[in-house]
Structures are given as C-alpha cells and as structure tokens.
C-alpha cells in the first residue's frame, strides 16, 4: 500500500507540473492518472491531503538540488548563482514555477496549509544559511537571500525576461559580497613594496 502511495504522489506531482494547482480538481486528476477519485481519497483523505503531500515531495525534490548545488559547481561562483542557474533551465523550471504557485494557494488557505508553509520557510532558511560563506553567514542575510531570489522568480514567471532577472542577481551578488580586505585599501606600512637595487 505504501509503495502505491509513493506512486500516486509521483504521479499526482507530474500531473500538476503540466496542469497548476490553482484550479486543481481530485476527478480529472484521478482520470488523468488512470484511477478513481475514490482510490486517491482512500490513499490521502482529501484533496487538500494530496496537495499537502505532493507539496511536500515538490520541496524535498528542490532541497535536496539545492543541497547539490552548493557541493558541486564552479569555484567562485555564489550558491545562490548557482541554484538561479539550475532552476531557469527549461527541464527545472516548471517546477520552480509550481512551487510558487503553491505558496500563493497555502497563503490563502493557512488553516490547511499553514504547518506546510511554516516548515518550508524553516527548511529553506537552515540549508540557505548552510550553504553561505563564513564571511556573510547569518540569519538576517539568509533571509535576505531566500527573498531576493523568491522575488526575482516571481519577475521571471510574471515577465518571462531571464535576461533582466538574471542580471538583477548578479547585482545583488555584487552589493551583498564582502568587499576584499575590508572595503578598504591597506595601508603603506602593511603593502609589500620591493626595492630596486
């Protein structure tokens, strides 16, 4: 039963990766699927306890890349750069696309979805300060990021110009980044100087 379970959630994820979740409805999802609304309720309770599982499996999929993200890649290259990267491919971003359209839908149901969006905002937060640099790690800048990143995704669904948003970034990057030996230059007495002889 657990295996058939993991299957229709599975199924249930790629079915609103084509169609949203926003009119979402349990009997043409059912059909579409190849079963009844009546074996996906006896699996999940509800259809909110579908969306609420399938939610959950379409976080854990995007963590789990972030996590990869920031143990491979460029040198250099912030992690946040290198997830923007990742999720703006054309394989990656409808799921981008979904997760944000369920935020949207948990907003305005909290009562079902509240626990959901607490634990998600709490997952993205731990990994995200994880995954900063020594030198700029805290829970203020981790917030900053997921927010930026959040917001530039939502231009991009909305606009559709990942050149913009891209750049965008790369301007954040540039204005958040430690500025090298303290934003100032050294003094004399500290410079190595050689001597011609």
């Known amino acids: ?27 043409p999802m059912a059909a579409a699927l190849g079963t009844s609304a009546r074996i996906l309720m006896f699996h999940f309770k509800s259809k909110e306890g579908l969306l609420q599982e399938v939610l959950e499996e379409l976080q854990a999929r995007l963590q789990a890349s972030f996590v990869a ?36 839908v948990a907003i305005q149901n909290p009562a079902v979805y509240g626990r959901y969006l607490k634990r998600s905002s709490a997952d993205w937060h731990a990994i995200s300060l994880q995954a900063m640099s020594k030198s700029v790690r805290s829970g203020p800048m981790a917030t900053l990021c997921i927010a930026v990143f959040d917001g530039l995704m939502l231009e991009l669904i909305s606009t559709g110009n990942r050149r913009s948003t891209t750049r965008a970034l790369d301007q954040f990057i540039a204005i958040a980044s430690p500025p090298r030996h303290g934003g100032k230059e050294r003094p004399a007495a500290t410079r190595k100087t050689t001597k011609k002889r």
């Open 69 to 104: 993200m920031t143990r491979s890649g460029r040198r250099g290259v912030p992690p946040i750069k290198r997830f923007w990267l990742w999720a703006t491919r054309a394989e990656n971003y409808p799921y981008l696309r979904l997760m944000y359209e369920a935020q949207i």
């Open 1 to 27: 039963m657990a295996q058939r379970k993991v299957h229709w959630r599975s199924a249930a994820l790629e079915y609103l990766l084509e169609h949203g979740i926003a009119n979402a409805s349990l009997r």
